[in-house]
């Protein structure tokens, strides 16, 4: 595609990226940047955000609705670009800007896609692309020369390496230290970046919105939910977000965050339903459809996380039919990082507070249209009435 060839860093990220040198990344992703220790290294930043958003919602004023898609979008900006650059980013109003603007280059739909020969005459969109690479480039520049800059300091004083790592961190070592059979450069470590802001930021605050969405629409299922995590001990255990977890899979069958996995490549000619499917096309998997198939699930388009309570069916992309982080070698490499993101975040909210519509809306008017992009984030954003009902931990 011409936006991850001009705006990618020449596709050299994970998603755009294939052979050898994607596999490379992947690796780096699961032992790296997303391993279960990595995950688990994020926990205070979690806490410590989502806290702080719990906070803001007791303080505001008494029955006034507080945009819930947006606040809940900036916290889980705040938890990518922590995680990413670590405590202090003064540049993050600039960027957030930036990534609005890439990820409107992405959504839209663009004919010499579909003509890359003919791409040479779509002068404006180039200069569009280019122009804003340069922006969003000497952002990154400016992070990687502190980050490098931090860690020689580091070395300097301790004789060894940096104590506590962001991802930034996380990568410059890998780059200095790894054995790798394609090299990984500087513009590597800006294109996975790219990649960790673009996929990790709006997915997790698109399935929270939506789950909220939902449970405000299911006053049954909020009270359970609630019930659940208003019984357990806190901290809470495995068992406390049992019947939360179904309602998380419910949400993200229903509302996938990316509806179109990544595309595939056919390898060998095929016959799908009369169709041929030639070798080299592109395919495009429609995760959305799958989950609402009446063929797979009984009223596709009821929201009853009961459904999962007897079904061993998981979005680990083992069950074809329920895939919304994907499957095969392409799947989710984020999915710990933001799973444990949506379950935290959806059991302190609904533990602490009860919610509201405001001016006597109707659960069943809520507007359920989701954005036309690469994610289906719900169009219209939500507003709800938070009530303070379990006094917030001195955070
Ligand atoms: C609820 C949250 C999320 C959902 C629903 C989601 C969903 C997906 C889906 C459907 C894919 C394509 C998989 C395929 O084609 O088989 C994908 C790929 C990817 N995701 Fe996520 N994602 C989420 C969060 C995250 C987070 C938090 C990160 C990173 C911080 C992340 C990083 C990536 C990357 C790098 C890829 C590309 C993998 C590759 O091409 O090898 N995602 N995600």
Not at 41 to 51: A, D, G, P
Not at 295 to 316: G, L, N, Q
Not at 340 to 363: C, I, Q, R, Y
Request: glycine content about 4%; aromatic content about 10%.
């Amino acid at each position: 595609m011409i936006a991850s060839n001009l705006l990618g860093y020449g596709c050299t990220d994970i998603v755009f990226s294939n052979g050898t040198y994607w596999r490379q990344l992947r690796r780096i992703c699961t032992t790296e940047l997303f391993s279960s220790k990595q995950v688990k290294s994020f926990s205070s930043i979690r806490r410590e955000e989502i806290n702080s958003l719990l906070k803001s919602f007791a303080l505001f004023p008494d029955k006034s609705p507080v945009n819930v898609s947006a606040t809940i979008s900036e916290l889980s900006n705040n938890i990518v670009i922590r995680a990413a650059f670590g405590g202090k980013f003064e540049d993050r109003g600039l960027l957030l800007e930036i990534m609005r603007e890439v990820l409107e280059c992405f959504s839209g739909f663009n004919l010499f896609d579909l003509f890359p020969s003919l791409s040479w005459l779509d002068v404006n969109t180039r200069r569009k692309f280019v122009r804003l690479h340069s922006k969003f480039d000497s952002v990154l520049e400016e992070i990687l020369k502190e980050h490098l800059k931090k860690q020689q300091q580091q070395q300097k004083k301790k004789g060894d390496a940096v104590a506590e790592y962001d991802l930034v961190d996380v990568l410059i070592n890998v780059k200095e230290n790894g054995d790798f059979e394609e090299p990984i450069t500087m513009d590597t470590i800006k294109s996975v970046i790219l990649d960790v802001l673009f996929a990790g930021t709006e997915s997790s605050a698109t399935a929270i919105t939506w789950a909220m969405t939902e449970l405000i629409r299911h006053p049954k299922v909020m009270a359970k939910a609630q019930a659940e995590l208003r019984q357990a001990a806190i901290p809470f255990t495995e068992n406390s977000l049992d019947y939360l977890k179904l309602v998380i899979k419910e949400t993200l069958r229903m509302h996938p965050p990316a509806p179109l996995l990544v595309p595939r490549l056919c390898h060998e000619s095929c016959q799908i339903l009369g169709y041929t499917i030639p070798s080299g096309a592109r395919i495009i998997v429609n995760a959305w459809a799958l989950g609402r198939n009446p063929i797979y699930w009984d009223d596709p388009d009821d929201f009853k996380p009961e459904r999962f309570e007897t079904s061993a069916i998981d979005f680990k992309g083992q069950n074809f039919e329920f895939l919304p982080f994907g499957a095969g070698r392409r799947i989710c490499p984020g999915l710990e990082f933001s799973l444990t993101l949506v379950e935290e975040a959806l059991a302190k909210m609904l533990l602490h507070f009860d919610w509201e519509l405001s001016n006597g809306m109707k659960p069943n008017n809520l507007d359920m249209m989701e954005t036309f992009g690469i994610s289906a984030a719900k169009k219209e954003p939500l507003f709800l009435i938070p009530i303070l009902r379990v006094p917030l931990p001195d955070c």
